[in-house]
């Protein structure tokens, strides 16, 4: 991504996260932009709780409610967040309906969505949460796209702890 100059949605980003209090609607405006910018209809906000180490749903958009409960606590490690936050780098599936790999959760069909992806949500080397986003068509974000989302979940992470 070239950092010269800022794509308009790190500003709309920022817009949204200059508020004084960090909240579950805020989180929703920030995750609504992402899916705006990427052409995805669902998307997760995940923050860490560091007292047990899970990653803990914030805001969400599209998830179906037979899967709601799987995804609102996930373990490091586990799924396509708990990777991307165990890795501390994005993952994706270019589709989550013919994936094989192992790496999302049988469950995830349940969205009925294909492309897909997870970001930790990163300050520093200080894992914060993850956020995702995911479409209906086969999809594979590039290294640009990557790097953006990198660097909006870095944005939600400076504040999340505040």
């Known amino acids: 991504m070239n950092e010269s100059v800022q794509p308009p949605i790190l500003r709309r980003v920022e817009d949204k996260l200059s508020d004084e209090r960090i909240t579950e609607a805020v989180l929703l405006d920030v995750l609504d932009l992402a899916l705006e910018h990427f052409g995805c209809v669902v998307g997760t906000i995940h923050r860490l709780n560091r007292a ?14 037979a899967i709601m409960g799987r995804v609102r606590i996930i373990p490091i490690g586990k799924g396509m967040a708990g990777l991307a ?14 994936d094989e790999s192992g790496v999302a959760k049988p469950g995830a069909k349940l969205t009925e969505m294909e492309g897909s992806i997870a970001a930790p949500v990163l ?40």
């Open 52 to 65: 047990n180490g899970l990653l803990e749903i914030a805001a969400q958009r599209g998830i179906p409610d």
């Open 85 to 98: 936050a165990e890795r501390r780098e994005p993952v994706q599936v270019c589709n989550l309906q013919t």
């Open 123 to 162: 300050v520093g080397d200080s894992l914060r949460g993850t956020i995702g986003v995911a479409k209906p068509q086969a999809y594979e974000f590039t290294k640009d796209e990557q790097a953006l989302l990198l660097e909006i979940g870095s944005m939600i992470g400076r504040r999340l702890d505040e």
